[in-house]
């Protein structure tokens, strides 16, 4: 066993570097970092923590683990239209941290900065007998006004979803060694990774901005999501359940495990982008989801209603408990 | 054993009137939070974590360790010059949380926002079978470009301090029922108190804008502080080790051990500032002490040297090893 490094030299050996590129974070040097913005610009600020045992499950990648901290707060900055600008980190350490570990967690971070364009502004590191703890806050930039919240759906706006959903909680059942009957290798490598590793939407959420009423990250679930939109927008909705899009491989797991359904409504951490637009702004989003290559799928309409009614393919309203849909 | 409320009701009943007053946060429900600066400012941003048993003696008040948990942040940005406007909050919670213990703890922070004029920004609680975990990112404001760093000494510069230096670690001593020779009950309870809920200097910070060209929080101890001030800054410090400001409980206690004078240079946890400004400024550095009502003390200068040299009443270098002095 090598020796372990003091803060500083952590601090020095891997999260410096991490902080290149962004001159006021001075190098981490300082008892603060500075962070100037566009004239007529806002900030937008967001905090998230993935907890050792409760968010992971063991056997994940480190680096994986540190990308997955980062991108679960890129989400929700990208679900309020924020273009990502950098974050700071409060890692918590078990006693028993080695420094392959945290290299590997630095390298995975340093991965997607580089994807993310956003640098590290600040931290701090702890050791305790607890276990590990990822708190980051992350930093992000719209026009003044322009940023998207949850309460501006107006009757009649479509329904949009990016992506696919219900993906991410078939892939947590497959990492769990639950049997999901015959699907390929493919299919259960694709769902694993959704669930391991999410894609935040930050090109999308900035697109969406002047374009979009409301929209919101879908990490409780989409019909517990929707429900958010429509509580602080204090409208109804009506979601076509044959319309939310769908991947292959959670089609396949379905088909074959009917009593897998309910995920469709209650299944989270795909942090997807479901947004509401008025209907004379649908050729846009069509337009735009061709510019990004992003599907971005029309799945109902916000109605006077006061909450989330889900319909079948007839328009009936579904009864999600007969499917064993629990509203946390 | 009261059944205790969901993420949500915990947000509404605990959290959310914490974000009122600060427009941005959305009474907490939305994905991020925005906050506008005024035309050239800039936003400075640091964060801190507080970790059971680490940093806790597990005796302290509820309510302090929530202010505690704020203070050391706010200090982060008062030695930046930056007025504070808000935070986000990361809590881990212990599995054996209550919702006695946690109303205690928003009305710890809630004394400090009204005290401070901050708000809650946002956040995210989780509970774990790891300890309590409290990591808190504060957010201010500066200027552009009057941020105080710890970069700017120059040679010839006044090395002053804030308030007095030593306490909190001879509180910790008593907290942890070492004997401290005969003091008072009034001085025991005023050393433990610096330790308990130390005071931001959130007033001299920023009225140290255009008047210091160096600032640090000493929180590793005034040695090692002014020694990072002297490594980014390039310079060297002769540190006046009879002229660094002692209380009077300090004092007594030293006197009567001895053995304890190292804590004179490696104690840290006071989070007062230490700050370096040229001589023609010190007659405005007295007039700032008066104006706020907090001693401001000069206690050495910054030299053309490379390391802080501690000197004794006639001159000399000191031997600090020989005091028990251990650079971490």
Redesign the interface.
Known sequence: MTARP?EFDLIRQFFAPLSVGAP?A?NL?????????G?SE????????L?????FLGTEDTADIARKALRVNLS??A??G?KPIGY???L?LPDDWTTEWLAAFADGLGRDQREFGIHL????T?S????L?I?V?A??A?P?GQ?L???GARIGDTIWVSGTVGDAALGLLILRDDSLGEISDEARRFLAGRFLLPTPRCTLGPALRGLATAA??ISDGIVADLG?IC??SAVGADLKADAIPRSEAYTAVITQQPSLLQKAFSAGDDYEILFTAPPENDSKVKELSQKIGLPLTPAGTITDGDSVIVTDATGQPMDLAATGYQH?
């Not at 502004?121 to 701090?124: A, Q």
């Not at 305790?128 to 276990?131: E, K, L, M, T």
């Open positions: 003091s006021g001075f040097t300082d008892d603060a970092a500075v962070l100037s913005l004239p806002e900030l937008v600020v967001t905090t998230d923590t907890v050792a045992r409760r968010h929700d900055l679900s309020m924020a700071t980190l409060a918590a502004l600040g931290g701090d702890v305790s007998d607890a276990g703890h708190s806050t930093m992000g719209t003044a940023s919240r949850r309460g919101i990250d958010h509580e602080v946390f």
